[in-house]
Structures are given as structure tokens and as C-alpha cells.
């Protein structure tokens, strides 16, 4: 089992930045994916940036150029730096932690931090 605490969420004004932290503990294993997905209301969750244990970042098109996620291995603990929030980043921001064991892909989430953006 993997426990996520998330932090970091609040309200901003447009245009202003925000750094989320998750931190994971249990049972990790090397290889995995960390990375932060969100929901807004009415809508489907969606994934914004994922990185690998081995640093490589993917992020969503609405991310690029303005989201930045890091990770430190040893602390297990992924961030994701937002720079010139919009409304339209307004969403509850969710960390995931993925591996696999065996056969099976193991998927853990945060308990979600709400990120409000006011124009």
C-alpha cells in the first residue's frame, strides 16, 4: 500500500503561481510514475503532468509552457510548479502514484487539493 499526502492547493488571482507537493510512503518500488491529474466540477478527471522515476516529464497540451513537475526520488515526493494560473486551471488537483507489481499496475491517489483561480 501507498499513502499520498498532497499540499500546496489555494486561491490565486489570474496570472499567479502555485506549487503543489505530494509526498508518497508505503511500499514503493523504484520503477514508478508520480503525477498530478485534476477535476473540475462537471467534468472528467484529466491528467496535466506525469514523470517517471527516471525524470522524463509528460504533460497535457493546457499544461505546456506554464506547469513545470519535478520529483525527488529520494524524499519520494513529486511537485508541480503552476505559473500564470487561468480560471480555466480551477479544479480539486489529485497526486497518482503508479507501479507495477508483478503483473499488475498498482494506481494510488491523494486525497485531492482544491485549486481556485479568480479572474
Known amino acids: 500500500q501507498v499513502l499520498l499526502v498532497e499540499s500546496g492547493g489555494g486561491l490565486v488571482q489570474a496570472g499567479g503561481s502555485l506549487r503543489l507537493s505530494c509526498a508518497a510512503s508505503?511500499?514503493?518500488?523504484?520503477?514508478?510514475?508520480m503525477g498530478w491529474y485534476r477535476q473540475a466540477p462537471g467534468k472528467q478527471r484529466e491528467s496535466v503532468a506525469v514523470m517517471a522515476n527516471t525524470g522524463i516529464p509528460t504533460y497535457a497540451s493546457s499544461a505546456k509552457g506554464r506547469f513545470t513537475i519535478s520529483r525527488d526520488n529520494a524524499k519520494n515526493t513529486v511537485y508541480l510548479q503552476m505559473n500564470n494560473l487561468k480560471p480555466e486551471d480551477t479544479a480539486v488537483y489529485y497526486c497518482n502514484h503508479l507501479q507495477r507489481d508483478g503483473n499488475n499496475d498498482d494506481s494510488y491517489w491523494g486525497q485531492g487539493t482544491q485549486v481556485t483561480v479568480s479572474s
Open positions: 508505503g511500499r514503493i518500488f523504484s520503477i514508478n510514475f
